[in-house]
């Protein structure tokens, strides 16, 4: 980026380079939710349903892991990831699918420990209901979900902020390449440290406005289908 | 309605990952270097001239030294460039490179308060300021983090006679991070630090910072490259990552190293060709 | 809906039917037959152990002892059961596609399914209130469309618990003319009241229960004005079971 340029001259007047990072960040928080969700969501579920000894065990661990530092989930699947690790075959190291593959660590238990919560809560409201309609597991998960649809895309919106936020995972396994793993959070982590405050300040406020527009259209959406199906 | 959607999500994603995937496949190579060089925008100025003679995509993880130095030898680089000429030359003799290429080298300089809390401000031996600084406890910054950078810190306090891990007081502050931070925290305190040329004239935030120090030639940084070796890594890129060393040590990569200048001062010199460096 | 004879589901026999939970009796030792006919209620104080009845009955709940059959077999699937709880829970949809939830449950064709939806709408007396989400509609508006999820399963039996409960009377009549009706079809309707004038109103069989016990089970016309049992005497006549 033109360094005689005020920074956030070049925040307003959408500068290529700047476009290019936001445009990461958002395919890789977006990817890591849509992987999150298929493995957390069906997980959620069946863990609302399901009954055997232990299970309360793995609720309490399940949320616990919501609590996992961004910046240890780095470092595992760095070491996963590395030419010298179980995975160095892959050579996925420093590249975007390393950081999808870290935030969708992350925030899987977010997801599917919020998709618990709400699932087996609707379940204990149309439990009887169900039964009594002879709905078989398969269809009463199918309609958990979709009857939950609302809060779920909480969760989800809970996991994406979790991972547009993290600056921890995705800088140890992407390696903040400029131009090519450099999110929002990393380059705000590199200007800030390269004094360069004033850019730093103005790829924050980026952040927050994406992450605050997003939130919006999700209780928007939110909002209008309560409305729609009570 | 569930499953077609959830088989959507999914479709989508596995494209998104498909597609970057696709992208990492052409002509590119890893290269680990050190923030010092990162910071100084350096890379920013020589990596679109090579990339337009070669057609190859230069990826730079800029770390410490230490830290580089460790990533070339889990063969998750292709190429090493840092500064610090006994690591490097261990790195080598251990068999982790295949040979080592001077390219460059710039100064560190000691910068510090306009204040001048240590009284050397403007003065041209390092190793009278060191003294100073200790006698005085007057706060001084170090990195901590085992660059380059900080083993040449080291260096001088040995250089002073002093054996700062044993002769330290609450003045010496390990951070821990790079230069920019580094600086960062000095400008926030008013410490001295040791920084490189290079970064300071890149730095925006130098608050009542001011260079105390310079043109002691014990202030002398050298960089070098390697091409990690491929007989320990098999996949290493090894005609892509040789071409990027040849580049830099040619005349033209040479030139293009000499016209990188921040308000009109060249901040690396380079001399692949002399001899010893 | 057409007139059936009841064949597979009924009579449903209890024999020696017990049901503790957490060394709490519910259920103590009941002997019970549901035949096909006129809607038996099941009266009692609250607490007696009505709704415990009527999901074991169902088949939703096992006997900790004695056993269960539906004409004559005990394992018989529910699917020609319906049962209505005394606060049903309204899917998150619209009242119409609740009905439709409902029918698919219970293998309706796709084909027939609108068509169901109508028919059953307009019976419950909701058919202008199809689009309306199912949660904001009242009460006896609620009641009426759990009603017709259960019809949709074109069941033999009809299990309700407590329907009128907390209905005000012009949403309370409306329920009991829609179960005349039903009873009109040949569906065998049981019902639990704690109600002793919609007992009056709707019982061909009385069954008093009493802290997990049958005190005793009658016909309407020998139970309301000639009961064995004093404790039928005493419960007619308005007075408190404790």
Redesign the interface.
Known sequence: MPENVSALQLVLAGDPALFAIVRLSLIVSLSAVLLAALIGLPLGAWLALSRFRGRDGWVVVLNALMGLPPVVVGLMVYLLLSRSGPLGSWGILFTPQAMIIAQTILITPIIAALARQTIEDLWLEYRDELKAMNVGTLGSVATLLWDGRFSLLTALLAGFGRAAAEVGAVIIVGGNIDGFTRTMTTAIALETSKGDLPLAIGLGMVLIVIVMVINAAAWGTRRFGERMAG | MPTRRSFLAFATAASLIASSAAFAQDKSIVVASTTSTQDSGLFGHILPAFKKKSGIDVRVISQGTGQALDTGRRGDADVVFVHAKPQEEKFVADGFGVRRYPVMYNDFILVGPKSNSAGINGTKDIVAALKAIKGKSVAFISRGDKSGTHAAELDLWKAAGIDISKDRGTWYKEIGQGMGAALNTASASDAYVLTDRGTWLSFKNRGELVIAVEGDNRLFNQYGVMLVNPEKHKHVKKELGQAFIDWLISPEGQKTIADYKIGGLQLFFPNANSPGA | MSMRPPVTNLPILLEDVSFVVRDVTILDRIALRFAAGAPTVVIGPNGAGKTTLLRLA?G?IQPTAGRATWGGRADAS??RR??V?QR???????TAANLR??LE??DVPSAERDTRVRELLALVGLADLGDR????LSGGEQQRLALA??LA?DPQVLFLDEPTASLDPAAIKSVEDLIRDITARGIKVVMATHNLGEARRLAGDVVLMHRGRIVETSDATTFFNNPRTSEAARFVAGELLV
């Open positions: 169902m939703l529910s699917d319906a049962i709880f049903p829970v309204m899917l998150r949809r619209s939830y409902a449950a219970a989400p199912a949660r904001k999820r259960a399963k």
